[in-house]
């Protein structure tokens, strides 16, 4: 899955117009954040990605580029990452 493609099916979930996210936003400041988004986004990541995570491993994610990261999607690590260890 490419980034656009992923950040389009995040905005779907999310409820959110196609093209709102671009990977800098703060999930602890998306209003629709929430368990339904992310047990959507486990189910996405595992159908369209051929990867697995755990809920455990999305709460550690503090932005949209963080989930990008831990789906497999970007390799870039995001700046809130950067510093620190690998999300494994």
């Known amino acids: ?3 656009e ?3 389009l099916e995040m905005d779907e ?3 959110l117009p196609a093209g709102t996210l671009h990977g800098d936003e703060k ?3 998306l209003e629709t954040w929430d368990s339904i988004a992310l047990i959507n986004l486990i189910v996405l990541v595992e159908t369209q990605n051929d990867a697995s995570i755990t809920p455990d491993q ?3 994610c503090s932005t949209v580029a963080d ?3 831990l789906a497999g999607v ?3 690590p995001p700046v ?3 510093s620190s260890t690998p999300l494994a």
């Open 27 to 29: 999930l602890d400041e």
């Open 67 to 69: 989930l990008l990261r």
């Open 80 to 82: 809130s990452q950067a």
């Open 1 to 3: 899955m490419t980034r």
């Open 58 to 60: 999305v709460v550690t």
């Open 5 to 7: 493609k992923f950040l």
């Open 13 to 15: 979930i999310l409820g």
């Open 74 to 76: 970007d390799d870039t």
